[in-house]
């Protein structure tokens, strides 16, 4: 019932940028926390950067200075600007969006399919 997209991925050389975004539909009320993962080859899923309604962005360590998410108010869309990557950067890109559902007020917990972030060395 939410759909969520992600775009932006690409190849870019060590110490390059990119801008991801991602955008959800569906039958959404209220979108309480968007985020991105991401996951390496052989390595767990792992947080990059979430943003909840009226909260401080969150970021993972290895990320925090380097990279910026951003959500419009009352858009259910979220946007991770990534600076200055480095080869271990590389990774399938997720993008994540929780909150509750316009047609049974449950919660949902949907995820897109991934974008491919590759950093050259």
């Known amino acids: 019932q939410v759909h969520v997209v992600e775009s932006g991925g690409d190849l870019v050389q060590h110490g390059g940028s990119l801008r991801l975004s991602c955008a959800a539909s569906g039958t959404i009320s209220t979108m309480t926390i968007m985020g991105w993962y991401r996951q390496a080859p052989g390595k767990e899923r792992e947080l990059v950067a979430t943003?909840?309604?009226?909260?401080?962005?969150n970021y993972a360590d290895s990320v925090r200075g380097r990279f910026t998410i951003s959500r419009e108010n009352g858009e259910n869309t979220v946007h991770l600007q990534m600076n200055n990557l480095t080869p271990d950067d590389t990774a399938i890109y997720y993008c994540n969006a929780l909150g509750i559902l316009r047609t049974s007020f449950r919660p949902f917990d949907s995820w897109g399919q991934g974008t491919q972030v590759t950093v050259s060395s």
């Open positions: 943003k909840g309604n009226g909260l401080s962005p």
